[in-house]
Protein backbone atom coordinates (compact mmCIF):
# COMPACT_ATOMS: atom_id res chain seq x y z
CA UNK A 1 0.00 0.00 0.00
CA UNK A 2 1.64 3.07 -1.35
CA UNK A 3 1.89 6.02 1.53
CA UNK A 4 2.78 9.22 1.30
CA UNK A 5 3.32 11.59 4.72
CA UNK A 6 4.15 15.01 3.98
CA UNK A 7 6.25 17.30 7.02
CA UNK A 8 7.64 20.95 6.98
CA UNK A 9 4.18 23.03 7.13
CA UNK A 10 3.64 26.35 9.48
CA UNK A 11 3.58 29.86 9.51
CA UNK A 12 5.90 32.28 8.03
CA UNK A 13 6.47 36.18 7.17
CA UNK A 14 6.15 37.51 3.45
CA UNK A 15 9.42 37.06 2.04
CA UNK A 16 10.45 34.20 4.40
CA UNK A 17 10.63 30.30 3.45
CA UNK A 18 9.92 26.82 4.14
CA UNK A 19 10.73 23.61 3.16
CA UNK A 20 7.98 20.61 2.66
CA UNK A 21 8.75 17.02 2.79
CA UNK A 22 7.16 13.98 1.11
CA UNK A 23 7.98 10.81 2.68
CA UNK A 24 6.94 7.70 0.48
CA UNK A 25 6.58 3.95 1.22
CA UNK A 26 5.25 1.39 -0.67
CA UNK A 27 6.49 1.52 -4.16
CA UNK A 28 9.84 1.51 -5.60
CA UNK A 29 9.96 5.68 -5.41
CA UNK A 30 12.39 6.03 -8.17
CA UNK A 31 10.18 4.99 -10.99
CA UNK A 32 7.62 7.82 -10.43
CA UNK A 33 7.35 10.81 -11.21
CA UNK A 34 6.27 13.06 -7.44
CA UNK A 35 3.99 16.50 -7.80
CA UNK A 36 2.96 18.55 -4.84
CA UNK A 37 -0.27 20.44 -5.00
CA UNK A 38 -1.82 23.42 -2.54
CA UNK A 39 -5.13 24.05 -2.07
CA UNK A 40 -6.31 27.01 -1.02
CA UNK A 41 -10.14 27.88 1.22
CA UNK A 42 -12.34 28.16 -1.06
CA UNK A 43 -10.03 27.50 -4.41
CA UNK A 44 -9.74 24.21 -5.92
CA UNK A 45 -6.66 21.80 -5.69
CA UNK A 46 -3.96 23.28 -8.32
CA UNK A 47 -0.47 21.78 -9.54
CA UNK A 48 2.28 23.46 -8.00
CA UNK A 49 5.29 21.51 -9.25
CA UNK A 50 6.40 17.92 -11.03
CA UNK A 51 9.76 16.11 -10.77
CA UNK A 52 9.86 13.32 -13.19
CA UNK A 53 11.21 9.71 -12.39
CA UNK A 54 14.54 8.87 -14.69
CA UNK A 55 15.78 12.01 -14.92
CA UNK A 56 14.72 14.63 -12.46
CA UNK A 57 12.77 16.85 -14.62
CA UNK A 58 10.89 19.95 -13.62
CA UNK A 59 8.20 21.73 -14.26
CA UNK A 60 5.96 24.73 -12.25
CA UNK A 61 2.73 26.49 -12.36
CA UNK A 62 3.87 29.91 -13.23
CA UNK A 63 2.30 31.49 -9.81
CA UNK A 64 5.69 29.96 -8.21
CA UNK A 65 8.26 29.33 -10.89
CA UNK A 66 11.30 31.07 -9.42
CA UNK A 67 10.60 31.12 -6.07
CA UNK A 68 9.71 27.50 -4.95
CA UNK A 69 12.02 24.46 -6.16
CA UNK A 70 11.15 20.83 -6.46
CA UNK A 71 13.24 17.63 -5.80
CA UNK A 72 13.94 14.06 -5.06
CA UNK A 73 16.40 11.66 -3.37
CA UNK A 74 15.46 8.56 -4.15
CA UNK A 75 17.70 6.45 -1.61
CA UNK A 76 15.51 8.17 0.56
CA UNK A 77 12.33 7.88 -1.40
CA UNK A 78 11.91 11.63 -0.11
CA UNK A 79 10.40 14.34 -2.47
CA UNK A 80 11.07 17.99 -1.34
CA UNK A 81 9.57 21.58 -1.68
CA UNK A 82 11.86 24.33 -1.27
CA UNK A 83 9.88 27.72 -0.84
CA UNK A 84 11.39 31.13 -0.86
CA UNK A 85 9.69 34.58 -1.16
CA UNK A 86 6.55 33.30 -0.10
CA UNK A 87 3.65 35.34 -0.68
CA UNK A 88 0.01 35.67 1.65
CA UNK A 89 -1.47 33.64 -1.43
CA UNK A 90 1.02 30.64 -1.85
CA UNK A 91 -1.12 30.19 1.62
CA UNK A 92 -2.83 26.39 1.41
CA UNK A 93 -2.87 22.74 2.56
CA UNK A 94 0.33 21.45 0.36
CA UNK A 95 -0.29 17.95 -0.55
CA UNK A 96 2.34 15.02 -2.08
CA UNK A 97 1.31 12.96 -5.41
CA UNK A 98 1.89 10.31 -6.56
CA UNK A 99 0.08 8.05 -9.56
CA UNK A 100 0.57 4.24 -9.45
CA UNK A 101 -1.37 1.99 -11.51
CA UNK A 102 -3.68 4.58 -12.32
CA UNK A 103 -4.46 5.35 -9.07
CA UNK A 104 -3.89 8.77 -7.81
CA UNK A 105 -2.34 8.62 -4.22
CA UNK A 106 -2.42 11.77 -1.51
CA UNK A 107 -0.78 12.52 1.68
CA UNK A 108 -2.78 14.08 4.74
CA UNK A 109 -1.08 17.56 3.65
CA UNK A 110 0.44 20.00 5.58
CA UNK A 111 -0.91 23.72 6.18
CA UNK A 112 1.73 26.36 5.06
CA UNK A 113 0.54 30.26 6.32
CA UNK A 114 2.33 33.17 5.22
CA UNK A 115 0.84 36.29 7.22
CA UNK A 116 2.65 38.94 8.98
Known amino acids: QVQLVESGGGLVQPGGSLRLSCAAS????????MKWYRQAPGKERELVAT????????TYADSVKGRFTISRDNAKQATYLQMTGLKSEDTAVYYC?????????WGQGTQVTVSS
Open 97 to 105: NVVKGGTSV
Open 26 to 33: GLTFSNYA
Open 51 to 58: ISSTYGIT
